[in-house]
């Protein structure tokens, strides 16, 4: 019998007949690698010479002295390739496409991080690459689909549906039902049928298990609290990863957008809106009216903006492993502020959601206590939101005259 990767209920398999056997073939070079103590090496090898790996864990001296409470770190995957933690999961699944020797990778993107990095992994692996993108996130995201392109994937505006990203995931899977001897599908986050929740946490593990040995290297003991933003999931699964048989308490960040009482928000563990159902292939917490349609969600942070979660983080909610908390978007802004004031390094607004929770609690802990916030990307991929929400009116006008020039 093959494990389906129940999670008290969350999570599963719901697949249609046809997919079956991939994902079989899937679950079995992942039990495969998983196994064989070379892949891990290989990875974490590939991790240290291609990415930023071991990346570093920052003392926030300043910002500890600011808030007089906790002292504070933070786990610096934005200086990964690309920017973010996603190279961590891309690049694992990677060698996973070259022991099945296929040649294809596809992958969804909604705000076009996850499309980068593995169109990136598709150039460094010499695979063929699609990237499945809603019609809506090509335009706002024109950037993210230059590079990708740049980089030699074809970008397939998705015109289905919402034209967002969960429609580009319903693409995406049907391009691998008709490709499947060739064409790996790259998901992600830690979200889908198994495998890809437990092994896209598994890769993501990376973060924890080098954070827990920095702080114990650095400290002598281990912090009291651990912050991370949630999406789908991925780089909290990654850092929770670390501390699971640890006193630690867990913290997961969601998107409270303007606010859980207005509706606009992507809360799905912490607010009551979310609710558990069945969709895309697995069983968790999605924001949903009472018929199953998925509900309109927003953040300021497009790469939390997802109406399902991890199954994983779900069955945290229910057993009290993780907490959940909401940051919205102006507290977002104002966090991430304050940390390019008094340290230098610019979040991504995704991980700002996780320093907001954790400048609210810091100061009422003790001086000896310590926590680490993820700071899962950078956040200069952001300065066209950055600068409308700073209200940078030298930036508008840099915009304006540029497109006078394209006008001329
Ligand atoms: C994609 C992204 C996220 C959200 O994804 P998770 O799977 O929840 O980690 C968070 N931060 C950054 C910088 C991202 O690019």
Not at 309 to 337: C, H, Q, Y
Request: overall charge negative; proline content about 4%.
């Amino acid at each position: 019998m093959i494990d389906r990767g129940y999670y008290n209920g969350f999570g599963g398999a719901y697949l249609p007949e046809i997919l079956v056997a991939t994902f079989d073939e899937l679950v079995e070079v992942y039990q495969q690698a998983k196994n064989d103590p070379n892949f891990w090496k290989e990875y974490t090898d590939l991790m240290s010479t291609y990415s930023c790996r071991p990346t570093p864990l920052t003392f926030a001296g300043n910002l500890t002295d600011h808030f007089k409470g906790a002292r504070i770190y933070i786990k610096r995957e934005d200086l990964n390739h690309t920017g973010a933690h996603k190279a961590n999961n891309v690049m694992g699944q990677g060698l996973l496409v070259k022991r099945m020797k296929k040649t294809r990778v596809i992958a969804e993107t909604g705000a076009g991080q996850h499309g980068v990095a593995t169109a990136t992994m598709a150039a460094k692996f010499g695979f063929e690459c699609t990237i499945y993108m809603g019609e809506v996130d090509v335009e706002r995201q024109r950037p993210n689909v230059f590079w990708m392109e740049r980089l030699g994937a074809k970008v397939v505006p998705v015109t289905e549906g919402s034209r967002i990203l969960k429609d580009a995931i319903n693409e995406a899977f049907r391009d691998w039902v008709s490709n499947m001897d060739t064409t790996h599908y790259v998901l992600g986050t830690a979200c889908g049928p198994h495998p890809f929740p437990e092994m896209v946490s598994w890769f993501q593990s990376i973060i924890g298990k080098e954070a827990r040995k920095q702080i114990l290297e650095r400290e002598g003991k281990l912090p009291s609290r651990v912050y991370a933003c949630v999406g789908g999931g991925s780089n909290a699964m990654g850092i929770f990863s670390g501390f699971l048989d640890d006193p630690v308490e867990l913290v997961g960040v969601e998107a409270g957008g303007k606010g859980l009482a207005s509706g606009q928000h992507a809360s799905r563990l912490c607010s009551s809106d979310g609710s558990i159902g069945v969709a895309q292939g697995y069983k968790t917490y999605f924001l949903q009216n009472d018929d199953g349609q998925m509900k309109e969600t927003h953040s300021i942070a497009a790469g939390l903006d997802y109406v399902g979660v991890s199954p994983i983080l779900s069955n945290f909610k229910e057993t009290g492993k993780a907490r959940f908390e909401a940051a919205t978007d102006k507290e977002v802004v104002e966090a991430m502020s304050l940390t390019m004031h008094k340290e230098g390094v610019i979040p991504a607004l995704e991980s700002a959601h996780g320093f907001v929770t954790a400048f609210k609690e810091a100061p009422e802990m003790k001086k000896d206590e310590i926590i680490i916030i993820n700071q899962s990307g950078r956040g200069d991929k952001d300065i066209f939101t950055i600068a409308d929400a700073f209200n940078d009116p030298e930036w508008r006008d840099f915009i304006i005259k540029k497109a006078e020039e394209y006008n001329a």
